[in-house]
């Protein structure tokens, strides 16, 4: 399978405590967002990477987010001292930058964050 | 602020039926528009792009349409079958910004036997 995929896909944690979530992007892709989607909402933006650079910061990112690439593949987003608010799907998407207009954006399939 | 609406907000149709969902928005500067669909608890899954060119974009039994003019773009499912019961999402891009993506809230569809 050469989509975009995210570990784990459903995650069920406790409020106070801290989670972290993977994104693998299609290889060849070197820009790659995080969104988070609550019941009933499209997805909102919450941050982005070309390559190793995190380039935008949605304000929805409070200082107990944060999102790292390191080597420009893989990414991680953790949530520290979770709250009952943080509860919705994460999405992971990624693309590969293009002059064009079209800089289409794949989905992974997403983590389903509760908490308790 | 852009913005992007949809309507209706759900639909309940039958089987083998057609439907014509909705997407109006206020994005500005306009790059291009995208369907998704997405299953539940799936990510979306693009269905269709168009830029400010295009008026149509088939892709099966999935037809949009666009009028730049009007900011209006809309979505008609042909012959439907239940696995298209999703939430049918309008995404607006802001002109070179690759990842300024407007998200509506989407149309969730439900197709009964």
């Known amino acids: 399978d050469t989509g975009v995929s995210q570990d784990p896909r459903h995650k069920i944690t406790k409020r106070g405590q801290n989670v972290t979530f993977r994104c693998d992007p299609i290889?060849?892709?070197?820009?790659l967002y995080w969104y988070r989607q609550t019941l009933g909402q499209g997805p909102e933006f919450l941050t982005y990477?070309?390559?190793?650079?995190?380039?935008?910061k949605s304000r929805l990112l409070s200082n107990r987010f944060s999102a790292e690439r390191p080597k420009g593949s893989f990414s991680t987003l953790e949530i520290q001292r979770t709250e009952q608010g943080d509860s919705a799907m994460y999405l992971c998407?990624?693309?590969?930058?293009?002059?064009?207009?079209?800089?289409?954006?794949?989905f992974g399939p997403g983590t389903r964050l509760t908490v308790l | 602020k852009n913005q992007v609406e949809q309507s209706p907000q759900s639909l309940i149709i039958l089987e083998g039926k057609n439907c014509t969902l909705q997407c109006n928005y206020t994005v500005s500067p306009f790059s291009n528009l995208r369907w998704y669909k997405q299953d539940t608890g799936r990510g979306p899954v693009s269905l269709t792009i168009m830029t400010f060119s295009e008026n149509t974009k088939s892709n099966g039994r999935y037809t949009a349409t666009l009028d730049a003019d009007t900011k209006q773009s809309s979505l008609h499912i042909t012959a439907s079958q239940l696995s298209d019961s999703a939430s049918y999402i309008c995404?607006?891009?802001?002109?070179?910004?690759?990842?300024?993506?407007?998200f509506g809230k989407g149309t969730s569809l439900l197709v009964t036997p």
């Open positions: 990477f070309q390559n190793e650079a995190q380039l935008e």
């Open positions: 995404v607006v891009t802001v002109s070179n910004s690759g990842y300024a993506l407007n």
């Open positions: 998407a990624s693309s590969y930058r293009t002059s064009g207009a079209n800089n289409e954006q794949f």
């Open positions: 290889s060849e892709h070197n820009r």
